[in-house]
T-cell receptor, first 114, second 113 residues
Framework: GAVVSQHPSRVICKSGTSVKIECRSLDFQATTMFWYRQFPKQSLMLMATSNEGSKATYEQGVEKDKFLINHASLTLSTLTVTSAHPEDSSFYIC??????????FGSGTRLTVV | AQTVTQSQPEMSVQEAETVTLSCTYDTSESDYYLFWYKQPPSRQMILVIRQEAYKQQNATENRFSVNFQKAAKSFSLKISDSQLGDAAMYFCAYTGANSKLTFGKGITLSVRP
């Protein structure tokens, strides 16, 4: 089946630094990638939608300059959390459309900003 | 905008018993898909079952089946012969023309041995 590989699985960074999270589709071409944020015991909140070769579309309330999304190829999308602060600590998950299976998810990244 | 509602935050079931998780949704679209996803403690999202709105037949996957009531906009998940490994958070989700997944708040299912 379609697999999305997400790295790193855990990252701890200092406040003010930037962190990059990568999602790669391993056996299919992901023209569209979705990025979610999830707090403990809560649902997934869509942050943005990225399409290969074009600018990402951000959901209302998501800071574009803080959460930079790049989808430069059909197999790689990245989320960079810039100037991270403790309130950015969360679980970030990517997802790609993978017909006919629907949607496939990365394993998630637990970001802790200290 | 589409909404997905899971009103029960938690449920518990005895091992080997059957449990039903409820989900309702609201949409003006006629063509859409509904999903149930499982998120175990590892937090990996796992597809449990998928239902195409145009199909009248309820989807089934082994011990998992849905009761899809299109007119009532209801999409419940039935888990038969519950196993300890079924313990997880379950999310109901909707997607339509914009291809975005809209999730419900989720329900935490515990399985009693």
């Amino acid at each position: 089946g379609a697999v999305v590989s997400q790295h790193p699985s855990r990252v701890i960074c200092k406040s003010g630094t930037s962190v990059k999270i990568e999602c790669r589709s391993l056996d299919f071409q992901a023209t569209t990638m979705f990025w979610y944020r999830q707090f403990p015991k809560q649902s997934l909140m869509l942050m943005a939608t990225s399409n290969e070769g074009s600018k990402a579309t951000y959901e209302q309330g998501v800071e574009k300059d803080k959460f930079l999304i790049n989808h430069a190829s059909l197999t790689l999308s990245t989320l960079t959390v810039t100037s991270a602060h403790p309130e950015d600590s969360s679980f970030y998950i990517c997802s790609a459309r993978a017909p006919p299976y629907g949607y496939t998810f990365g394993s998630g990244t637990r970001l802790t900003v200290v | 905008a589409q909404t997905v509602t899971q009103s029960q935050p938690e449920m518990s079931v005895q091992e080997a018993e059957t449990v039903t998780l409820s989900c309702t949704y609201d949409t003006s679209e006629s063509d859409y898909y509904l999903f149930w996803y499982k998120q175990p403690p590892s937090r990996q999202m796992i597809l449990v079952i998928r239902q195409e709105a145009y199909k009248q037949q309820n989807a089934t996957e082994n011990r998992f089946s849905v009761n899809f009531q299109k007119a009532a906009k209801s999409f419940s998940l039935k888990i038969s012969d519950s196993q300890l490994g079924d313990a997880a958070m379950y999310f109901c989700a909707y997607t339509g023309a914009n291809s975005k997944l809209t999730f419900g708040k989720g329900i935490t299912l515990s399985v009693r041995p």
